[in-house]
């Protein structure tokens, strides 16, 4: 299987920044299955919502809320992606979560256990 461990989640006044470390592993991981990995965040009693994502051939989508304060990158050789969140709000703390959905014809859509971000006022 894959598997996605973050770090790089905590506490933070608004202003700041923090950044988000995705590593990935396990039997089934291969580059060149991955179609997206990208960024998602959950805050308490809202939906799931896409954060970032950056596709296989390099292609970034933003979601409006972030574009311009977060920074989404990847480096293959590490099986890592990151998230650099500048400028934090307190409307950015939730659990955010690192996913990597393979192509469709290889099937697989995975997600890491999540990591906490708080963003005080």
């Known amino acids: 299987q894959v598997q996605l461990v973050e770090s790089g989640g905590g506490l933070v006044q608004a202003g700041g920044s923090l950044r988000l470390s995705c590593a990935a592993s396990?039997?089934?991981?291969?580059?060149?299955?991955?179609?997206?990995m990208g960024w998602y965040r959950q805050a308490p009693g809202k939906q799931r919502e896409l954060v970032a994502e950056?596709?296989?051939?390099?292609?970034?989508n933003y979601s409006d809320s972030v574009k311009g304060r977060f920074t989404i990158s990847r480096d293959n050789a590490k099986r890592t992606v990151y998230l650099q969140m500048n400028s934090l709000e307190p409307e950015d703390t939730a659990v955010y979560y690192c996913?990597?959905?393979?192509?469709?014809?290889?099937?697989?859509?995975?997600w890491g256990q999540g990591t906490q971000v708080t963003v005080s006022s």
């Open positions: 950056i596709f296989s051939g390099g292609r970034i």
């Open positions: 396990g039997s089934r991981f291969n580059i060149n299955s991955i179609n997206t």
């Open positions: 996913n990597v959905k393979f192509w469709v014809s290889v099937g697989g859509d995975f």
